[in-house]
């Protein structure tokens, strides 16, 4: 393909003249016209709506769609959890981005994305309060985040009792923080944790230490359960051994290989059972199942396998994984006939993790590849997403784990991809805190406060 160097500059004064040809571009659109609906205003979506007014000075119109009246922050809710924090300090909306980058809103959800005709490459159907509203654009970015598979019951599924994720920051997170207050003093919280990929690799352990610390405080004789379908810890792995190892040595108890059958809850009752398979992997990788454990709860805390959000899997963007597989220097569609859809944040298939902070880095990768190729230029060759993020891992205790990817061709399969690489000595790999502090902890609010204010303000 051919490489177009450009400065920012020329690359604005190319876009307001709307004179260049479209080199790169696959979709369709009308002359002149620069339009971009950004379905979900999430970690990902509220900062590609942004980034795309702000890079464009203004010269691209973007409708952001979002159904909910305020953003619930995921980030942080674990000590929402434990009561430590009052949930308001997971509130964020969307009218600093409308009066600060003219950015129009329309409250509701997206039904159809479909092709637009001679009004614009896609039509955009958004179910409203007062009904349908449709919208024409050049390009859509889709960043629904993820929807939950279906945890399969044990018993007789017309008995509805509900099961807790609070994997999506709100009403859960709540509720499981009052079954948490209500345990009985010797109970046992039991959360289970799905095969990776899933949303945010480090938080369940994040949420078991915080529980944990939480019991050790308020309920000395509770214990906490973690079943995890993974062999091993995802994320952080040196600190939260440390802390299941050391600090909750007498209160927690890990369990790998554990992968979720099914739940048995009763209805108005935090507690009942899960039955997980006990898998190990032999040497090829391949797992083998070595038996089955049913482990009872008095609060059961079940994180069930996620896919992308339902718009994406509606449009046939995701593979058979449940993602959408994306081209990482625009987060465009790879599939066909999907020319000028992007999907960004957790929906998307990529090497990133899935986390807020990496969301907020896809979506400005999306956003600069979108803003060149309304000027007629192929994204940037080889862009880079950097990843800070803090672990709560008691009330006063956090550590951090930071990486920078790099977008980069594996000289063996030539599939480009991100790899988490560090800049200086070129060696693989995240980094992580050498210990927890009370020092980080205090950090980790700053690092909150600048992430959500860069996103939402
Ligand atoms: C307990 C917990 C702790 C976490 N801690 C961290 C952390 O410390 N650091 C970090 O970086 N990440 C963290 N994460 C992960 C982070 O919250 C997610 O990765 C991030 O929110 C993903 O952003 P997103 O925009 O893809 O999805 P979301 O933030 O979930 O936003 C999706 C939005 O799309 C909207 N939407 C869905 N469908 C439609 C539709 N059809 N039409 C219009 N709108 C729609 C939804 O209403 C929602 O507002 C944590 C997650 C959890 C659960």
Not at 89 to 113: D, K, M
Not at 235 to 260: D, I, K, P
Not at 335 to 340: C, E, N, T, V
Request: proline content about 6%; charged content about 15%; aromatic content about 8%.
């Amino acid at each position: 393909m051919r490489t177009v160097r450009m400065n920012k500059r020329e690359l604005l004064k190319a876009l307001s003249a709307g004179s260049l040809a479209l080199p790169w571009s696959r979709a369709a659109q009308p002359a002149g016209l620069a339009r971009v609906v950004v379905v979900g205003g999430g970690m990902a979506g509220a900062t590609a709506a942004k980034y795309l007014r702000l890079w464009s000075q203004r010269s691209i119109e973007v409708t952001l769609v979002e159904p909910s009246a305020q953003y619930t922050s995921n980030i942080m809710s674990n000590l929402v959890l434990t009561g430590q924090y009052s949930p308001s300090i997971l509130n964020y909306g969307w009218s600093n981005l409308q009066r600060n980058y003219g950015i129009a809103r329309v409250v509701g959800s997206v039904t159809a994305v479909e092709p637009g005709g001679s009004l614009g490459a896609w039509k955009v159907s958004i179910a409203t309060a007062s009904g349908t509203q449709v919208r024409y654009c050049e390009r859509v970015v889709l960043a629904p985040g993820i929807q939950f598979d279906a945890v399969p019951s044990m018993q007789d599924a017309s008995v509805p009792a509900p099961i807790l994720h609070a994997w999506q920051a709100g009403p859960q997170t709540l509720q499981l923080r009052d079954q948490l207050a209500a345990m009985p003093a010797t109970g046992r919280f039991v959360m289970t944790i799905p095969k990776a990929p899933y949303r945010c690799p480090p938080g369940p352990y994040e949420r078991a230490c915080v529980v944990a610390d939480y019991l050790k405080r308020n309920k000395p004789g509770a214990q906490v359960l973690v079943l995890d379908a993974n062999p091993d810890i995802m994320a952080e792995r040196e600190n939260f051994s440390l802390a299941f190892g050391t600090m909750y040595a007498s209160n927690l108890r890990y369990l790998s290989g554990r992968v979720l059958r099914s739940v048995q809850a009763s209805a108005g009752q935090a507690g009942g059972a899960v039955r997980v398979d006990v898998v190990v992997r032999d040497a090829s990788g391949q797992e083998l199942v070595m038996g089955s454990e049913t482990h009872e709860a008095q609060v059961l805390n079940v994180i069930p396998p996620h896919r992308a959000g339902a718009i994406v899997q509606a449009l046939g963007l995701a593979d058979a994984g449940g993602f959408a597989p994306v081209d990482g220097r625009s987060f465009e569609s790879t599939l066909p006939g999907r020319a000028g859809l992007h999907v960004i944040g957790d929906a998307a298939k990529t090497t990133l993790p899935k986390a807020g902070h990496v969301g907020n880095q896809g979506a400005k990768i999306c956003a600069d590849a979108i803003v060149r190729a309304f000027a007629g230029l192929p994204p940037y060759a080889t862009p880079t997403a950097n990843s800070a993020c803090f672990s709560p891992l008691s009330n006063s205790l956090a550590s951090w784990l930071t990486a920078v990817y790099q977008y980069e061709q594996d000289p063996v399969s030539g599939a480009w991809r991100f790899v988490a690489r560090d800049q200086v000595a070129g060696t693989v790999g995240a980094t992580e805190a050498a210990g927890p502090s009370t020092e980080q902890f205090e950090k980790m609010g700053t690092w909150y406060r600048s992430l959500m204010n860069e996103t939402y303000l």
